[in-house]
Structures are given as structure tokens and as C-alpha cells.
């Protein structure tokens, strides 16, 4: 299970600390406390959030960025079968979506709640886990 601090959280979700503090206070995200008293936010927790709440993403044309981007999100949904897994990524307001062998989704670790990186090249989408 992964847990986040309040710090993390805010990062990928793109808000202040304060504001994920306030969340979670008015009930909209859930947190424990360890015995020190620091919040951690439980990650499933965090990607249903982020899922629900994703903000639209820009319609605008893309001109001029390199044809390698990388987008760091949360996974919100993996589907499994006996070969094939289907991760689902919220990076900002951007859900992306990869295809991948289950042994490759197993090896690494792919749940919701667990941060992920999806580079994405022509009509590739490759999911790296940061170290």
C-alpha cells in the first residue's frame, strides 16, 4: 500500500500543502496520522481522488515540444487478464492510458496510489516507476 506525505500529495495534484491539509480536514481526502502526528495520505485514496477531480485537459494544438514527453501522475486503475494489463495514469489533467504485458505491470508494481511515468513517443506509451 502506498501512502503519501501532505508535501507529495500537494505535488501531484499540482496544489499548495495547505490546500490538501484542508481537503482532508473537510473529509474529501483520507489521511492517517503516524505516532509522530504527521499525515500520510493513502494512495488508492489519492488516485480515486485525482480520477474524480482531474481538471479538463487543454484543447489547445501542441507546437514545437519534443516528440519525447514524459508525464509523471498517479495510477488510478490497473485491469489485469492472464497476458495483457491496462494501466490508467492521471498526470494533471492528463489521462493516459497503456497497454502492457501483466508480467511487466507486476514487476513494477503497478496499483492504484503508486506514482508512475508515462513516456509517451509517436504511438508509444512506456510506464516507468521513478527510483
Keep these: 500500500m502506498s501512502e503519501f506525505k501532505i508535501g507529495q500529495a500537494a505535488e ?3 496544489v499548495s500543502p495547505d490546500t490538501v491539509r484542508r481537503w482532508a480536514d473537510a473529509g474529501e481526502i483520507s489521511t492517517r496520522r503516524t ?16 480520477a474524480e477531480h482531474a481538471p479538463p485537459a487543454n484543447a489547445s494544438a501542441i507546437v514545437g515540444q519534443s516528440a ?16 495483457v494489463a491496462q494501466v490508467e495514469i492521471q498526470a494533471g489533467p492528463h489521462r ?17 496510489g503508486v506514482i508512475a511515468v508515462a513516456a509517451v513517443k509517436s504511438t508509444n ?3 516507468e516507476v521513478p527510483e
Excluded at 488510478?76 to 487478464?81: F, M, N, P, S
Aim: aromatic share 4%; glycine share 10%.
Design 12 to 14: 501531484l495534484l499540482g
Design 35 to 50: 505516532d509522530t502526528g504527521q499525515r500520510l495520505v493513502d494512495g488508492a485514496a489519492l488516485a480515486a481522488y485525482v
Design 68 to 83: 519525447r514527453n514524459r508525464f509523471a501522475g498517479l495510477v488510478t486503475r490497473v485491469v489485469r487478464d492472464t497476458i
Design 96 to 112: 493516459i492510458v497503456s497497454l502492457m504485458t501483466r508480467e511487466a505491470a507486476d514487476e513494477l508494481g503497478l496499483e492504484p
Design 125 to 127: 506509451v512506456v510506464v
